[in-house]
Structures are given as structure tokens and as C-alpha cells.
């Protein structure tokens, strides 16, 4: 038996014999191999492992030397061109084989793999590193598979009849995730069957309380269905955990593409895993090129593990009417004859997978109506959603995704894009990317399209053009990918342009012509003479992010980016000449 790394909790080391005891090296070299048990299976290079952990080459060796002599050489293995450590070393594998494998014929015997994988965590997993930017989104996906676990358990438990234990499990359980729809109707289900039909409806109350708080939702569909059938003295649906079970992780047929220039967005992953382990749907808002799709897609591609079915993607650029909204995602999660609603939700029913609805902005009403039907079925399914305002369903989370941060990320995707295409960018160049940089905004579309450019024109040539007619300037045919919107900087702020009404285009034109921030009272005054009211006006356009809000202290002030004002005066301009 070969010795175990404990992931599921601090790092500790199990022996052989079963005793486990922590490590007790230098920080770096814990780091070190809990680094390469989030990697577990893969081979990580010697410079990653160094560029991660701040450590020279000759440092590291000397910590692999140090950690090899402790845990020895089954554990840390030397795999060219670095080191890995094996995933059947680790507990988290054991725990996600025991989760997501199952006789599904035999609850007993499911109920008995899940109690054993439960077992295994002995505290928040990772424990010690899970605020490490490189374990964090592990750390929460295997909080992830804990809580599905736990729920999984607790639909056991009421499939075999142990009602009072699954009550036990489920009380504390609900206090702690409050958020979670399926636990309170496990709840709601249990308590009725022991015979506490008064308790079940208070507590069904406490829910919908606290989501009126905290969201401004109601609580499911099925969950209210559920609390009507009590109060009638109707019998649920007798349980089976089958109606919930997650199937045998199979990844999804969609392939997720990963963008190679996502740089500098490891807090906005972080931050949007967290969230989503508090509701069913995000939807990820923000101005045109800002990098909504890519943050979507390198998410759903680290977390699709953490979802018995996969991450799928529903590529909604080219849908037109609730038809082709309703076949695309369909045809994303595997059905592709599909012609309602009820088809689809009834094909989600016992799927837990993560589904990502990208570019839905142009058909919000129709996404809005296929995503009332996923979030209403039996099944576990969870919605990111981009859109550049939010498609609003009840109990919808979003997340404004910013420009880049002022750190670097920007000037390395500009660097590492213009390398790509032959162009040495020395060190002495760097204030001048820095400059350019800056002057786009930090927008990740805008950096990549300025650097493509770096194939015709000098960088000091670049600079200046870009002072004069940045839209101009930022195109390429070239781009990847057939969603012509994004070919050029201007097609894609034209596509948020044309979805405003008469009034909200005058508006932001006028304010692409003030300089600066503004107050809401000066905001109002550009708006004063449109007839309808300037707060709703103002209001939409920060809603189709047009404009930024801002509110520290009493006062709230309104900025437009750079890039979004220089198509603004153009768009003026033209409207004077006309």
C-alpha cells in the first residue's frame, strides 16, 4: 500500500500503516508539494514550479531533494521536463472515485461509498494553500464534490427510509449553504415524512425569507410545489434518489477552448467560483472585448471535473429567435431534437454539469425563458452566462468583469502577442506598451489588436496613430474565430451601440463629449432636454456597459472609457454632419 497524500483537509502525509502526521518542512517545500498535488497526474516543468513559487532553480532542487528523502520517490516523481505527483496517491481521487462511481442499482451500497469518501475530508480542503492563486480553484472544486456529496447522501438516506438521520445531516447542512434550493426540499421532504409537515412548511418559509433578503427571489418552482403538496396533505412523489443521482462522469462532447492570452485574471477566476458556489446562475456583464468569453471559458474548463456531467458550451453569436436559441443549447448538452422547453428540461433532469450561455445580449428574452426552464427542472444544473447586461431570471447573480488591473497583465499579453508574431519587445520599450496600454483602457480585445498591428507599423508609429484614430487602427482580419463583431474594436462597441433606443444613443454621445468623471447631477443636465427621464436613460446605458458607476460614500459618479468615447465623438460627429 503505497503511502498517502491527504489533500481533503491540511496537507498531511498517511502511511503506509495509516497514520497520518503533518509535514513538518519549510513552507516553501509544503508549497512545493501541495503545487504539484493540484496538479496531480500531470507533470508541471521546473520553470513553472519556480515562476509559481518565487524559487531559483537551484532552490528548488534542493527542496525536491529535501521533500523526496521524506515522502519518497512514489510520491514525488521525477518526470521530465519537471516533477509530478500521481493521482493515486492522493485522497481527493479516492474521494471523487468513491463520489462519481457508484452501483447505482444498489442504494445501500452507494450510501456506504459516500459515507467512505465523506470520511476522507477532515477540514476545508487544501487547507493551509486554498488562498494560493494556484489552489484555489481546486481547493474549491473539491469543496464542490464535499457538497455534493453530502446532498447525495441525504437522498440516500430518504430512499432507504432513514429520514430522522437524513434530518440530522440536512439541518446544519442547510444553515450553512442557504443558498442551495436542492438541500432545503431534501429538508422540506424529510421532515414531511417523519411526520413534522409543520416543521417542513416552517422551514420552507425560513427559506423563501431569507432569499427575499438576501436575492429578491422566490424559491424553485419544485420547491414550491413541494411546500403546496404539504400544505394540501398530499404525499410527495415517493423518493428516489434516482430522480437526483448524478450520472457517471462523462466529459462533455463540446470542447472548451482555452484561450492562450488569458494573463492577469486569476482573482476575477477565483471570484467567480465563489460565487457560483452560492447560486445556480452568474452571469459574467461587462463592455464589448473586455475578456467576458474567455474568462467563461477557462472557468468552465477548470471546473468541468467538479461536475458529475462536464462543462458544456452553448455558442449563442448566431442566434436570431427563441428557435435557434432553444436548438443551440440543446444541441450543447447533447440533445439535438429538441422543440421545448419541457424536452429540454426533461433531458437535464438527473445531470449535475456546468453550462456555459455565451454572447446571449442580443436575445436576453429568449435565453431568459430557456433558463427559467433549466433552473426549474429536477436536475442540478448550473448557468454562466455572458452578456454585456444581465438576462434577468429570478435569482440571478452577476459579475461585472473590469479592464485589466494596473500590474503588468496587460503589457504581457501585448508583449507575448506581438512575440508570436515575430516582434522583439525589449526592456526599454516597455513604457511605451505601458503607455499604449493605458491609453486602450487595458481591454484585453483592444491590447491583442493593437499588438497584431506591430507586424506593419513601429511601436513609437503605433503609439501615435492610436492617439489619433484608435478605432481605425484596431482590426484584424486575422483574428480567430467567425464572430465578425470582434474582428475590429469598432464592430464590436457598434453591436452595444445598436441596441440602445434613439434617446440612450443621444445620451452617449453627449457624455463621449464631457471630459472626465460626472456627477449624477451633471449626467442628468446632458439628459435634460430628452423626454424621458435622464436616470432611466443613464441607468440603461450602465446596464449595456456603456458607462461605469461608481459610488464611494454618498455620491455616485459616471465614467466612459477611452475607447468607448472615441467611438461616441465619432458617432457625434456624424450625427452633426448629417
Same mark, same amino acid.
Not at 442499482?105 to 487544501?126: F, I, K, R, V, Y
Not at 460565487?275 to 475578456?291: D, F
Not at 467567425?482 to 441596441?499: F, G, M
Given at each position: 500500500?503505497?503511502?498517502?497524500?491527504?489533500?481533503?483537509?491540511?496537507?498531511?502525509?498517511?502511511?503506509?500503516?495509516?497514520?497520518?502526521?503533518?509535514?513538518?518542512?519549510?513552507?516553501?517545500?509544503?508549497?512545493?508539494?501541495?503545487?504539484?498535488?493540484?496538479?496531480?497526474?500531470?507533470?508541471?516543468?521546473?520553470?513553472?514550479?519556480?515562476?509559481?513559487?518565487?524559487?531559483?532553480?537551484?532552490?528548488?532542487?534542493?527542496?525536491?531533494?529535501?521533500?523526496?528523502?521524506?515522502?519518497?520517490?512514489?510520491?514525488?516523481?521525477?518526470?521530465?521536463?519537471?516533477?509530478?505527483?500521481?493521482?493515486?496517491?492522493?485522497?481527493?481521487?479516492?474521494?471523487?472515485?468513491?463520489?462519481?462511481?457508484?452501483?447505482?442499482?444498489?442504494?445501500?451500497?452507494?450510501?456506504?461509498?459516500?459515507?467512505?469518501?465523506?470520511?476522507?475530508?477532515?477540514?476545508?480542503?487544501?487547507?493551509?494553500?486554498?488562498?494560493?492563486?494556484?489552489?484555489?480553484?481546486?481547493?474549491?472544486?473539491?469543496?464542490?464534490?464535499?457538497?455534493?456529496?453530502?446532498?447525495?447522501?441525504?437522498?440516500?438516506?430518504?430512499?432507504?427510509?432513514?429520514?430522522?438521520?437524513?434530518?440530522?445531516?440536512?439541518?446544519?447542512?442547510?444553515?450553512?449553504?442557504?443558498?442551495?434550493?436542492?438541500?432545503?426540499?431534501?429538508?422540506?421532504?424529510?421532515?414531511?415524512?417523519?411526520?413534522?409537515?409543520?416543521?417542513?412548511?416552517?422551514?420552507?418559509?425560513?427559506?423563501?425569507?431569507?432569499?427575499?433578503?438576501?436575492?429578491?427571489?422566490?424559491?424553485?418552482?419544485?420547491?414550491?410545489?413541494?411546500?403546496?403538496?404539504?400544505?394540501?396533505?398530499?404525499?410527495?412523489?415517493?423518493?428516489?434518489?434516482?430522480?437526483?443521482?448524478?450520472?457517471?462522469?462523462?466529459?462533455?462532447?463540446?470542447?472548451?477552448?482555452?484561450?492562450?492570452?488569458?494573463?492577469?485574471?486569476?482573482?476575477?477566476?477565483?471570484?467567480?467560483?465563489?460565487?457560483?458556489?452560492?447560486?445556480?446562475?452568474?452571469?459574467?456583464?461587462?463592455?464589448?472585448?473586455?475578456?467576458?468569453?474567455?474568462?467563461?471559458?477557462?472557468?468552465?474548463?477548470?471546473?468541468?471535473?467538479?461536475?458529475?456531467?462536464?462543462?458544456?458550451?452553448?455558442?449563442?453569436?448566431?442566434?436570431?429567435?427563441?428557435?435557434?436559441?432553444?436548438?443551440?443549447?440543446?444541441?450543447?448538452?447533447?440533445?439535438?431534437?429538441?422543440?421545448?422547453?419541457?424536452?429540454?428540461?426533461?433531458?437535464?433532469?438527473?445531470?449535475?454539469?456546468?453550462?456555459?450561455?455565451?454572447?446571449?445580449? %442580443?436575445? +436576453?428574452?429568449? @435565453? /431568459?425563458?430557456? $433558463?427559467?426552464? &433549466?433552473?426549474?427542472? *429536477?436536475? =442540478? #444544473?448550473?448557468?454562466? !452566462?455572458?452578456?454585456?447586461?444581465?438576462?434577468?431570471?429570478?435569482?440571478?447573480?452577476?459579475?461585472?468583469?473590469?479592464?485589466?488591473?494596473?500590474?503588468?497583465?496587460?503589457?504581457?499579453?501585448?508583449?507575448?502577442?506581438?512575440?508570436?508574431?515575430?516582434?522583439?519587445?525589449?526592456? %526599454?520599450? +516597455?513604457?511605451? @506598451? /505601458?503607455?499604449? $496600454?493605458?491609453? &486602450?483602457?487595458?481591454? *484585453?480585445? =483592444? #491590447?491583442?489588436?493593437? !499588438?497584431?498591428?506591430?507586424?506593419?507599423?513601429?511601436?513609437?508609429?503605433?503609439?501615435?496613430?492610436?492617439?489619433?484614430?484608435?478605432?481605425?487602427?484596431?482590426?484584424?482580419?486575422?483574428?480567430?474565430?467567425?464572430?465578425?463583431?470582434?474582428?475590429?474594436?469598432?464592430?464590436?462597441?457598434?453591436?452595444?451601440?445598436?441596441?440602445?433606443?434613439?434617446?440612450?444613443?443621444?445620451?452617449?454621445?453627449?457624455?463621449?463629449?464631457?471630459?472626465?468623471?460626472?456627477?449624477?447631477?451633471?449626467?442628468?443636465?446632458?439628459?435634460?432636454?430628452?423626454?424621458?427621464?435622464?436616470?432611466?436613460?443613464?441607468?440603461?446605458?450602465?446596464?449595456?456597459?456603456?458607462?461605469?458607476?461608481?459610488?464611494?460614500?454618498?455620491?455616485?459618479?459616471?465614467?466612459?472609457?477611452?475607447?468607448?468615447?472615441?467611438?461616441?465623438?465619432?458617432?457625434?460627429?456624424?450625427?452633426?454632419?448629417?
Amino acid at each position: 500500500m503505497l503511502p498517502r497524500l491527504r489533500l481533503l483537509g491540511p496537507v498531511e502525509i498517511e502511511s503506509a500503516l495509516g497514520q497520518s502526521e503533518r509535514l513538518s518542512h519549510s513552507a516553501p517545500q509544503r508549497r512545493l508539494l501541495a503545487l504539484l498535488a493540484v496538479h496531480r497526474g500531470s507533470v508541471v516543468s521546473s520553470q513553472r514550479l519556480c515562476d509559481l513559487l518565487d524559487l531559483s532553480p537551484g532552490a528548488l532542487r534542493t527542496a525536491i531533494s529535501r521533500l523526496r528523502a521524506s515522502v519518497g520517490g512514489d510520491v514525488l516523481v521525477t518526470a521530465a521536463p519537471g516533477y509530478m505527483v500521481p493521482a493515486d496517491v492522493c485522497d481527493a481521487t479516492l474521494a471523487e472515485r468513491l463520489i462519481d462511481t457508484r452501483d447505482e442499482d444498489s442504494p445501500a451500497g452507494a450510501l456506504e461509498h459516500l459515507c467512505t469518501a465523506l470520511a476522507l475530508w477532515h477540514g476545508p480542503s487544501l487547507a493551509e494553500f486554498a488562498d494560493e492563486s494556484w489552489a484555489h480553484l481546486e481547493a474549491h472544486r473539491l469543496d464542490g464534490l464535499r457538497i455534493r456529496g453530502e446532498i447525495l447522501r441525504a437522498e440516500f438516506l430518504i430512499e432507504l427510509g432513514e429520514v430522522s438521520r437524513a434530518i440530522d445531516y440536512l439541518e446544519p447542512f442547510v444553515e450553512e449553504h442557504p443558498l442551495r434550493d436542492r438541500p432545503h426540499r431534501l429538508l422540506m421532504e424529510a421532515l414531511h415524512r417523519d411526520g413534522r409537515s409543520s416543521e417542513a412548511l416552517r422551514s420552507f418559509h425560513r427559506y423563501r425569507a431569507y432569499l427575499a433578503e438576501t436575492t429578491g427571489a422566490e424559491p424553485s418552482i419544485a420547491a414550491q410545489l413541494l411546500e403546496k403538496a404539504i400544505v394540501t396533505g398530499q404525499a410527495p412523489e415517493p423518493h428516489t434518489a434516482g430522480r437526483y443521482r448524478l450520472l457517471r462522469r462523462q466529459v462533455s462532447t463540446e470542447t472548451v477552448a482555452v484561450s492562450d492570452w488569458l494573463i492577469g485574471r486569476e482573482a476575477e477566476l477565483n471570484e467567480i467560483g465563489a460565487l457560483l458556489a452560492q447560486t445556480a446562475m452568474l452571469t459574467l456583464t461587462g463592455v464589448a472585448g473586455v475578456g467576458k468569453t474567455r474568462l467563461a471559458y477557462e472557468f468552465a474548463n477548470n471546473a468541468a471535473a467538479g461536475f458529475a456531467n462536464g462543462a458544456s458550451v452553448a455558442e449563442l453569436a448566431d442566434a436570431e429567435d427563441f428557435a435557434s436559441v432553444l436548438t443551440i443549447v440543446a444541441s450543447s448538452l447533447g440533445q439535438r431534437c429538441t422543440s421545448t422547453l419541457s424536452e429540454l428540461a426533461n433531458h437535464v433532469a438527473n445531470r449535475e454539469c456546468l453550462l456555459v450561455l455565451d454572447n446571449c445580449e %442580443h436575445v +436576453l428574452n429568449e @435565453v /431568459a425563458d430557456v $433558463c427559467r426552464a &433549466l433552473l426549474d427542472s *429536477p436536475g =442540478a #444544473i448550473t448557468l454562466l !452566462a455572458t452578456s454585456r447586461e444581465r438576462v434577468g431570471v429570478a435569482g440571478e447573480w452577476t459579475y461585472r468583469v473590469r479592464p485589466l488591473r494596473d500590474d503588468g497583465s496587460a503589457e504581457a499579453i501585448f508583449t507575448k502577442r506581438a512575440r508570436s508574431l515575430g516582434i522583439v519587445i525589449t526592456p %526599454h520599450d +516597455l513604457p511605451l @506598451v /505601458a503607455n499604449i $496600454c493605458a491609453g &486602450l483602457d487595458r481591454l *484585453p480585445l =483592444a #491590447i491583442e489588436l493593437a !499588438a497584431s498591428m506591430t507586424r506593419l507599423l513601429s511601436l513609437k508609429e503605433l503609439a501615435k496613430r492610436l492617439d489619433q484614430r484608435p478605432l481605425d487602427v484596431l482590426q484584424n482580419s486575422r483574428r480567430s474565430g467567425n464572430v465578425t463583431r470582434h474582428r475590429t474594436l469598432r464592430s464590436a462597441i457598434d453591436s452595444s451601440y445598436q441596441a440602445l433606443d434613439e434617446e440612450q444613443q443621444i445620451l452617449f454621445q453627449r457624455i463621449s463629449a464631457a471630459r472626465g468623471e460626472l456627477t449624477l447631477a451633471e449626467a442628468e443636465l446632458l439628459a435634460a432636454d430628452l423626454p424621458t427621464s435622464a436616470i432611466q436613460l443613464i441607468g440603461a446605458l450602465v446596464d449595456h456597459s456603456l458607462l461605469s458607476a461608481e459610488t464611494a460614500g454618498k455620491h455616485t459618479t459616471f465614467t466612459m472609457l477611452q475607447t468607448l468615447r472615441a467611438y461616441g465623438l465619432d458617432r457625434l460627429a456624424a450625427t452633426v454632419a448629417e
